[in-house]
């Protein structure tokens, strides 16, 4: 059998499609994984089911959702639409046939509920996985990064921050939180991959530098990264998922995150260090969305941040066991337990 997948643009969404390619191959299925904009005319031509995965937004979704229709058509019924909800979809602008025709699969209860609640159908959550073939590979590289930090950054708690540069990314928060913390001690450094414009926020500051920019390593390079670095500072406010968050994990690496969801569905604070937000917000970004922003104090996550320091220069066994913990609970997420749950749709008569 012939699998289309159909990945949006965005880098995370091509790494989830090329996760979920490599565990329908091992199953004997074959697989094409499109990351250009969809254009067929006659998908029965290129394969016999189809997966699309996407934001559910009215600026970027609808061509997706025609084309998850078509499959439906012209498949006989083997298609499936991975939803991703960062927020509440605008209801109001999207046609009224799109209700009552798309079903979703969503990447986390988090944007089942949005979904839920901007009227679609949700049929099942299929949550984000890791490969943890490609994190054993990426083992390698960390221990050659390590070597290297440690000697660019002796005596430094290395902290590292990998997220595309937007304001649910929470970047102006780090940057705050991290000059209050300076104000305290400066046993500490933040490496960042992100977008070019975060260099502006960055420039001058001491305790931060900035590594490459986002979307332009290997994702093995990336996984490779998470595991050098002592931990990963989240400071997002907003997400559909996190996977940044259970990839650190999978690399044995503590991660500092608001306890908020959609993180607290496979995060917690028995390993990773949370913070509480304040109040939620609905945001709107212009994209057919309401975000909902969970704001927090910088302080906080400075907070956060100074706890962590402490448990890796003074409790080094607490530290270990953190990071013991973290790699079991991510193994759970492992992309061979979680994507063939998609089996189901592209198979059914």
Excluded at 286 to 297: A, L, P, S
Excluded at 300 to 305: H, T
Aim: aromatic share 14%.
């Amino acid at each position: 059998m012939k699998v289309l997948i159909q990945a949006g643009k965005a880098i995370s969404f091509q790494e989830v499609g090329r996760a979920i390619a490599k565990v329908l191959e091992r199953k004997n299925f074959a697989v094409l994984l499109h990351r250009q904009y969809p254009s067929f005319y006659k998908l029965n031509k290129y394969c016999d089911a189809l997966i699309v995965i996407n934001l559910v937004s009215p600026l970027w979704s609808l061509t997706y959702f025609n084309l998850y229709l078509k499959g439906k058509n012209e498949l006989k019924g083997r298609a499936v639409f991975y939803g991703i909800a960062d927020g509440i979809p605008k209801k109001v602008m999207f046609p009224l046939w799109v209700f009552y025709n798309i079903e979703f699969v969503a990447n986390s209860q988090y944007s089942k509920k949005c979904l839920e609640k901007a009227g679609f159908k949700v049929l099942e959550v299929v949550p984000h996985g890791v490969d943890l073939e490609e994190v054993q590979l990426a083992r390698t590289l960390s221990e050659e990064y390590r070597k290297r930090l440690s000697k660019d950054f002796s005596n430094k708690v290395i902290f590292g921050f990998v997220s595309n540069y937007l304001p649910r990314k929470g970047i102006d928060e780090l940057v705050t939180a991290c000059d209050l913390l300076y104000s305290k001690r400066k046993d500490f450094v933040v490496l960042f991959i992100t977008g070019e414009g975060a260099k502006a926020k960055l420039k001058g500051k001491p305790w931060a530098y900035f590594v490459s920019p986002f979307g332009s390593r290997e994702h093995v390079e990336i996984l490779g990264f998470l595991g050098a670095i002592d931990y990963l500072a989240y400071s997002a406010k907003c997400d559909s998922f996190g996977l940044p968050i259970l990839e650190a994990m999978a690399m044995k690496t503590p991660v500092i995150h608001v306890h908020a969801e959609p993180y607290v569905e496979f995060s917690s604070n028995k390993f990773n260090i949370t913070f509480p937000y304040e109040r939620e917000s609905l945001r709107d970004l212009g994209d057919g969305i309401h975000y909902i922003f969970h704001e927090y104090n910088p302080q906080e996550l400075a907070n956060a941040m100074d706890y962590a320091i402490d448990i890796y220069l003074n409790n080094k066994s607490l530290y270990e066991d953190m990071k013991v913990k973290a790699y079991e609970k991510a193994k759970e997420f492992e992309i061979d337990k979680v994507y063939t749950s998609f089996i189901k749709y592209i198979t059914r008569e």
